[in-house]
């Protein structure tokens, strides 16, 4: 016969903080920042994106000249020891444009990219976890936005709006949100159907808090891979759209409408068009290097 | 039968697609942008009040929303575009006709020439895993993706077409889809507007290997990016079917790994690739785009950054439909052949 | 006493992992007999799956590797032959059968496809079309009047097909594609497959479990093999299609002539079907015997511990016997014998070193250090 003994339940209603709870994940996370120490692709990687973040820091320490300075009387001057990367047209040195020029497209891509992240996980969150005809109008919405490539959808978008800066970057806005709101909404679904949701619901937890709380840690790494991923990819479109003839107002430092100012000079002055587009080059592929080692050390069958 | 019905699904889905593309640009041509510039042609320099209220009550702008969208719906419907102020006052669907062909020429030979080369890179590199081989195409394919694709047109062309011909080599041409003048000796007999498929069954070859030759490096440039693209998903996607049991059981019936690569694996790496590969025509028809432009390709692509810098809106509107409805059609054409090739969908 | 057809010896599989090297199999010793059932039962995680894929060599390489051993098959060492030999052995001489058979079938081929390609690569199949043409000529002579002047030129036919039995011409490839698709719709049929001829064209996800794994069963059987190794064939079927897959292969195994290594937990399917046993344990084979006398006489404590942990309908019992302790790290295995952290007879020499695999009574081997005095 077996002994009744004394239950003990008593429900220890200890605040943990935000730490302990978490406290897996975390442990998880100095694993990744180990795993990702050892690729040679990541590291170098962050070496080039180093690089670019510096330049665009530092760039009026860094910079020999400033991005309006004109050498009227030295336009399209082959590389020397005075301008290591020439001058273009109006005299403006190359080198010094293209340091200046990093502060326009890393900003630019950062805005874009942290706002469409902001945007679209916040729609994608509440889309995901209310369901029904919100989530439903939701996707209606982002396979619109998504039948279209990302340049032609910011062309037409910048079109209407009108060609500057802010709207280049607002039409890049447009453009990007969809993918983080499918992504997270793809998250929150997987991540709903877990029992810890319905430990929280049971507790009485509010959905919001439950969202924030829980389910939106549990999504960052997938958007963390995809927003260095899409860093890349927007500082492609924007320089591609500046090249077109949008953003950028004549003279301003920016890669896309340097290389558009060095095409009519293309075969005497080469070096015009050919520099800023290496800048665009290893600016995208150090984040894409970063990208796909993240990728890599974060495939849950690739990992142990 | 199955298969017929997922179609019919398919397409049934594209058309809340449709219908929600046409509101965006509506919204961006009338509600953003200037409704009445869709309507100006290159000759009204400056309207006057009376003018403009013609066009005003001729295209219902002072309508209500909702009536302007009937309206624009049926005139779409109608195949009324808007006037192209970039292309001498044509119909936009005209231009569009006229220069369609041109972006489908270049697009298409641009997406054969990375499958043919990308899919057995791809595969190549999964096999050998973290060897040389897999490094170096582990690095293409990342430099690729990251190459802005007009820079690399530019570069081409600086090379293979200046450098060249200073050097005295037989040099490619940088700009255009044929000789003009060879034309005047040849003229081709245009039917589809594919000058490559039209020579061919013209039987006009001077002018088929002259249209070729103006292909090469429009088509290299534009297929570099998507071909980086494509490769990595093959690898990505061989390793993946590698690693799966029925590989297992297929060496364990003593085939060869060369029988076991391509007739096992490879048939199932190809599902997920095919849907990649979908997706990423969206970025071919951009780099479009930009590559039409720098080699002076007389395309969509071309017409459009024409139009950008004029302010048409007419033409930028009829081109982003466009573009909907040919990445649209290219999904379907993708999903089925999906269905296709995994007998699963196919048969339920 | 029959020759082993199969005899390994000293095999050491080892993983090499970011974690550590996982010593999977430590020097194994195992012999198989022509047309005998043997079973290797074990734990999840003591290597029965790795020792039937290094008798293939179909172990992963990187991160595995057989690191020594010899693996005997008619005379010749597996181990050292190349992986073209490899090839011809493999669905040939010495085949498998897997666990689950939904991820072991190639989802976009046909069943019909997948039995015939290893029918094809290894059979030579012309002799094949000689037969049947040869059954064709004999059916009409049959039906023909004993004076019809058809008859001597048939009969004649016959002869000359006859002499090209052994020497078969190359015929086309359609004649080869329709005798591939007639031995393939043999083999399903005797592997009892319901409707053979539909389910050639159909897919691996249109079957149910049992036909998957009869369909599988002919990809083994197809080529008559001198061996089949039988991985856990029937722990994800149903218990009704595990009894008939079991009894079928016991059937073709007798008539085929071929000899079974059954690789399982489930001691109850070892009892049913096998002829001789071996227990292995994290990766050492510790006993092995003929199975009536394993039921009656388990010498290892750890087979003892098996034998005595399955629930028995005829004894009531309050609580189910289990082994204390868990299965090794084999990255970090025990010193010694694998098995002395959890055994009850543990002595002073067991955690020094490995105890020797030895013959105790005629048939009855075990390796442990009880019984380590000679006879």
Redesign the interface.
């Known amino acids: 016969m077996t002994q009744m003994g004394q239950v003990k339940t008593s429900v220890e209603r200890k605040s943990k903080s935000w730490f302990d709870e978490h406290a897996p994940q975390i442990r998880e996370l100095k694993f990744t920042l180990y795993l990702l120490r050892q690729s040679p692709?990541v590291v170098a990687g962050f070496i080039l994106v180093a690089l670019f973040i510096g330049m665009a820091i530092f760039a009026p320490w860094i910079a020999p000249h400033g991005p309006e300075e004109r050498f009227w009387n030295l336009p399209q001057q082959p590389p020397s020891w005075r301008f290591p990367f020439g001058t273009d047209t109006t005299g403006g040195d190359i080198y010094s444009r293209i340091i200046w020029g990093s502060r326009l497209d890393l900003t630019i891509a950062l805005t874009v990219v942290a706002s469409a992240i902001l945007i679209g996980s916040v729609l994608g969150a509440i889309s995901g976890f209310m369901g029904r005809a919100f989530d439903e109008a939701l996707m209606?919405?982002t396979?619109?936005?998504l039948?279209?490539?990302?340049?032609?959808?910011a062309?037409?978008?910048a079109?209407?709006?009108g060609?500057n800066l802010t709207n280049l970057t607002i039409a890049l806005m447009v453009v990007w949100w969809p993918t983080y709101a499918r992504l997270v909404r793809g998250q929150v679904l997987a991540e709903k159907e877990r029992l810890y949701v319905d430990a929280a619901r049971a507790v009485g937890a509010s959905p919001a808090r439950i969202i924030f709380r829980h389910v939106l840690p549990n999504s960052i790494f997938p958007v963390i891979v995809q927003a260095t991923l899409d860093l890349?990819g927007v500082i492609?479109t924007a320089?591609?759209l500046s090249?077109?003839?949008?953003g950028a107002g004549a003279g301003v430092a920016e890669w896309?409408l340097m290389?558009a100012d060095?095409?009519s000079y293309?075969?005497q002055s080469?070096w015009i068009?050919?520099f800023?587009?290496l800048a665009?080059?290893?600016s995208?592929?150090g984040?894409?290097?970063i990208g796909?080692g993240l990728r890599d050390v974060l495939d849950p069958r690739l990992r142990? | 039968m199955k298969l017929r019905h997922y179609v019919i699904r398919r397409l049934f889905l594209l058309i809340?697609?449709l219908i929600?593309?046409s509101?965006?640009?509506f919204t961006?041509?009338h509600v953003?942008?200037d409704p009445i510039a869709a309507y100006i042609t290159s000759q009204d320099l400056r309207l006057s009040d009376l003018q403009m209220q013609k066009i005003v009550t001729a295209h219902h702008l002072n309508d209500p929303l909702y009536s302007q969208y009937y309206y624009y719906v049926m005139d779409l419907l109608r195949g009324d575009w808007g006037i192209s102020r970039t292309d001498s006052d044509r119909p936009v669907l005209v231009s569009i006709q006229n220069y369609f062909p041109a972006t489908a020429e270049l697009a298409l030979v641009s997406m054969f020439f990375a499958l043919i080369v990308g899919i057995p890179i791809g595969i190549i590199s999964a096999v050998r895993k973290d060897k040389p081989a897999d490094h170096a195409t582990?690095v293409f394919s990342?430099?690729g993706?990251?190459?802005?694709?007009?820079?690399?047109a530019?570069?081409l062309?600086?090379v293979f077409y200046?450098q060249f011909k200073v050097h005295n080599l037989p040099n490619l041409p940088a700009s255009g889809r044929v000789n003009q003048f060879l034309w005047l000796d040849h003229p081709l007999h245009v039917i589809t507007g594919i000058y490559s498929i039209d020579s061919l069954i013209t039987g006009n070859f001077s002018i088929f290997f002259d249209v070729l030759v103006h292909l090469i490096l429009p088509a290299f440039a534009l297929s570099y990016v998507f071909m980086a693209v494509f490769v990595r998903m093959m690898r990505s996607s061989m390793l993946e079917v590698m690693r799966q049991d029925y590989i297992t059981l297929a060496r364990s019936k003593g085939l060869s790994e060369r029988v076991v690569i391509y007739r096992h694996a490879l048939r199932n790496a190809m599902i997920p690739t095919v849907t990649v590969a979908g997706l990423a025509f969206?970025?071919l028809?951009?780099g479009a785009?930009?590559t039409e432009?720098?080699f002076s390709w007389p395309g969509v692509g071309r017409w459009?950054?024409s139009a950008?810098?004029r302010?048409d809106?007419a033409s930028?509107?009829g081109?982003?439909l466009i573009?909907?409805i040919v990445?649209?059609l290219a999904n379907l054409i993708v999903d089925l052949l999906y269905a296709w090739i995994d007998p699963r969908i196919r048969l339920g | 006493m029959p020759e082993p057809i199969l005899q390994i010896r000293n095999l050491k599989t080892y993983f090499y992992t970011?974690?550590g090297v996982v010593r999977a199999l430590e020097g194994i010793d195992l012999d198989i007999y022509q047309g005998e059932t043997l079973g290797l039962v074990g734990e999840t995680g003591c290597g029965k799956s790795v020792t039937s894929l290094s008798i293939m060599r179909l172990v992963a390489d990187p991160p595995g590797r057989i690191v020594d051993g010899q693996i005997i098959y008619k005379g010749e060492d597996l181990l050292k032959k190349s992986e073209a030999q490899m090839q011809q052995i493999r669905g040939n001489k010495i085949t498998m059968v897997f666990q689950d058979p939904m991820t072991f079938l190639n989802p976009v081929i046909t069943i019909g496809d997948q039995v015939s390609e290893v029918i094809a690569i290894h059979e030579n199949l012309a002799r094949d079309v000689v037969r049947s043409k040869i059954d064709e000529c004999e059916e009409t002579i049959k039906q023909l009047d004993s004076n019809s002047p058809d008859r001597e030129r048939l009969m004649n036919r016959v002869k000359e097909l006859e002499a090209l039995k052994d020497n078969p011409p190359k015929y086309s490839r359609r004649e080869m594609k329709k005798a591939t698709l007639r031995r393939t719709i043999e083999v399903l049929k005797l592997v009892q497959m319901p409707s053979p001829e539909k389910v050639v064209k159909q897919y691996p996800h249109e079957l149910s479990g049992g036909m998957r794994q009869r369909a599988i069963i002919a990809m083994a059987l197809s080529c008559s093999p001198d061996l089949l190794i039988a991985d856990e064939p029937t722990t994800s079927l149903d218990v009704t299609i595990q009894a008939q897959i079991l009894a079928l292969l016991s059937e073709l195994k007798k008539k085929i002539g071929s000899s079974i290594l059954i690789i399982t937990h489930d001691m109850g399917i070892v009892a049913e079907i096998c002829d001789r046993v071996s227990v292995m344990y994290a990766g050492n084979i510790i006993e092995t015997a003929e199975t009536k006398a394993l039921f009656k006489n388990p010498l290892h404590p750890y087979t003892q511990g098996l034998l005595k942990a399955i629930p028995k309908l005829h004894r009531d019992v309050e609580e189910l016997e289990i082994i204390p302790g868990s299965v090794p790290n084999l990255i970090y295995p025990p010193s010694g014998c694998r098995f002395h952290p959890r055994c009850p007879f543990r002595m002073d020499i067991c955690d020094k070193e490995n105890p020797p695999f030895i013959e105790r009574e005629r048939g009855h081997s075990v390796a442990c250090y009880l019984y380590q005095e000679k006879k």
């Open positions: 692709i209606r919405v396979d619109v936005f039948a279209f490539p990302a340049l032609i959808l062309m037409a978008v079109a209407a709006l060609r890349g492609l320089a591609g090249f077109i003839g949008f896309g290389i060095g095409r293309l075969f080469p068009a050919c800023p587009g665009i080059l290893l995208s592929l984040l894409n290097l796909d142990r | 809340p697609v929600g593309v509101m965006l640009t961006l041509s953003i942008g582990r990342l430099v993706v990251s190459t802005p694709v007009f820079w690399l530019l570069i062309q600086y200046y969206g970025g028809l951009a785009v930009l432009t720098v459009s950054t950008i810098v302010d809106i930028i509107m081109f982003m573009i909907a990445y649209m | 970011y974690a």
